[in-house]
């Protein structure tokens, strides 16, 4: 079973808000595009703060898909499990 952290983190090398789950003691990272952010709201561009507040409105939606895509295996090549436009639907 996953455990969320209260940690969120904008990352602005790949654009994505960042979030860590645990397993057991191992640590998952998580995150979910800018792309999918802006699908759940109508703003033009926000910045990094408002990414995350948008992060913290949807969060248990989001960790909802997230565990999902973990439970999948659904993993980028870097072990991340992202939160994409396409998993919202």
Known sequence: MLVFG???RYDHDRDIVTFRATEDSRLVPMGVSRAALLELVNL???G???LISIYRE???DIQRIAEKKHA???LEFDGLILVKVEDLA
């Open 6 to 8: 209260k940690t969120a």
């Open 58 to 60: 949807f969060e248990l």
């Open 44 to 46: 033009p561009e926000p």
């Open 72 to 74: 999948l295996g659904d």
């Open 48 to 50: 990094p703060e408002m």
